[in-house]
């Protein structure tokens, strides 16, 4: 079994930042993308960023330049650095990863954690 725990969403003002972390833990033998979603009041859940075991990385474009997606690949983390954050990146972010659980396994499956909710207002 895999888990993803999130950690580091609250309440900060326009302007400010924070940075979200996720750490995988479980049976794994490696991780491929691993990516960071968000889902607003009333909308669908919606890819911000993700990053590859290689790390190449993706970024929407209501996101780019403000946040910076890594990963520790020995520690099996991804973290969202979110800078200059305003009301409409409110939302509740999800991590995600795709784990291939044993060496020997054809696929990999992704994964969810249970969310953080972040919130941004005055």
Same mark, same amino acid.
């Given at each position: 079994q895999v888990q993803l725990v999130e950690s580091g969403g609250g309440?900060?003002?326009?302007g400010g930042s924070l940075t979200l972390s996720c750490a995988a833990s479980g049976i794994i033998s490696s991780i491929n993308d691993m990516g960071w979603y968000r889902q607003a009041p009333g909308k669908q859940r919606e890819l911000v960023a993700s990053v590859t075991s290689g790390n190449y990385t993706n &970024? %929407?474009?209501?996101v780019k330049g403000r946040f910076t997606?890594?990963?520790?690949n020995a520690k099996n983390t991804v973290r969202l650095q979110m800078?200059?954050?305003k009301p409409e990146d409110t939302a509740i972010y999800y991590c995600n990863a795709d784990i291939r659980p044993y060496s &020997? %396994?054809?696929h990999s499956s992704p994964h969810w954690g249970q969310g953080t909710q972040v919130t941004v207002s005055s």
């Open positions: 309440l900060v003002q326009p &970024y %929407s474009d209501s997606i890594s990963r520790d800078h200059d954050l &020997y %396994s054809l």
